[in-house]
């Protein structure tokens, strides 16, 4: 199985809450990528259906968007 | 390690995602409840700190609100 990716924005209010949800996915099984600082990476999670972060998208392609920590437009700002 | 739950109100947009979370956490590890089906669990969800669902409460406490299905005034509707 491919891995899950986990991209945030380094958003202070949702870490615990994060890192509750990778212990539960397991660290191993989930790449995280912190758009607000890999700003490559803003494409490519666009391109995968990231609207909003945090989101994890699944190896299956869905896009889970959790809480609401910021818009990708933002991020880009 | 306690079980997280897992609210919902069979909202169709979400179930595939719904699923892929799920089985990435592992079946085991979390409880559903379909508060549109069990209205007296709904108080319970609101005390949890659901404030729309689909949304996690992991075993920390912790409540990740997944995409935006429905208020949980809407289910109480």
């Given at each position: 199985?491919?891995?899950?990716?986990?991209?945030?924005?380094?958003?202070?209010?949702?870490?615990?809450?994060?890192?509750?949800?990778?212990?539960?996915?397991?660290?191993d099984?989930?790449q995280?990528?912190?758009?607000g600082?890999e700003?490559?990476?803003?494409?490519?999670?666009?391109n995968?259906?990231?609207?909003?972060?945090?989101?994890?998208?699944?190896?299956?392609?869905?896009?889970?968007?959790?809480?609401?920590?910021?818009?990708?437009?933002?991020v880009?700002?």
């Open positions: 199985m491919s891995k899950s990716i986990f991209y945030h924005a380094g958003c202070p209010v949702c870490v615990s809450a994060e890192h509750d949800l990778i212990n539960l996915i397991g660290n099984n989930v995280i990528v912190h758009i600082e700003t490559s990476k803003i494409a490519e999670a666009e995968a259906g990231v609207k909003s972060v945090p989101a994890l998208v699944t190896p299956n392609g869905n896009v889970l968007h959790i809480n609401f920590g910021a818009s990708i437009e933002d880009k700002g």
